[in-house]
Nanobody, 125 residues
Framework: VQLQAFGGGLVHPGGSLRLSCAAS????????MAWFRQAPGKEREFVGG????????FLVDSVKGRFTISRDNAKNTFYLQMSSLRPEDTATYYC???????????????????WGQGTTVTVSS
């Protein structure tokens, strides 16, 4: 299974970006998927994701109302749409996939099976 994350870049505060994570080697349909981020000098943190058992995505409070997660099963790709970006959103963003993760472990990075290579988002004026 390979995940390729892309779409990062430099954006001004208040701007928007859409990150994509394209999967190959496994269909995303029956899998849980998530986005994490890691800022310089900080631990990797959960941003949001879907559990395979449901269609409603989970998002951490700091991004609710600004970020949305979606997926396109036909393209085997899932997305992180980010708007109203803030400097504190600056980080490398990683996508993750798992067919076995349980709901209570979604926010635990070590529980995920497959990772994309990361795409960097810089929010700066």
């Amino acid at each position: 299974v390979q995940l390729q994350a892309f779409g990062g870049g430099l954006v001004h505060p208040g701007g928007s970006l859409r990150l994509s994570c394209a999967a190959s080697g496994r269909t995303i349909r029956a899998n849980s998927m998530a986005w994490f981020r890691q800022a310089p000098g900080k631990e990797r943190e959960f941003v949001g994701g879907f559990h395979r058992s449901g269609s409603t995505p989970f998002l951490v409070d700091s991004v609710k109302g600004r970020f949305t997660i979606s997926r396109d099963n036909a393209k085997n790709t899932f997305y992180l749409q980010m708007s109203s970006l803030r400097p504190e959103d600056t980080a490398t963003y990683y996508c993750a996939l798992s067919s076995t993760i349980i709901r209570s472990q979604l926010e635990v990075s070590s529980s995920w099976s497959y990772w994309g290579q990361g795409t960097t988002v810089t929010v700066s004026s």
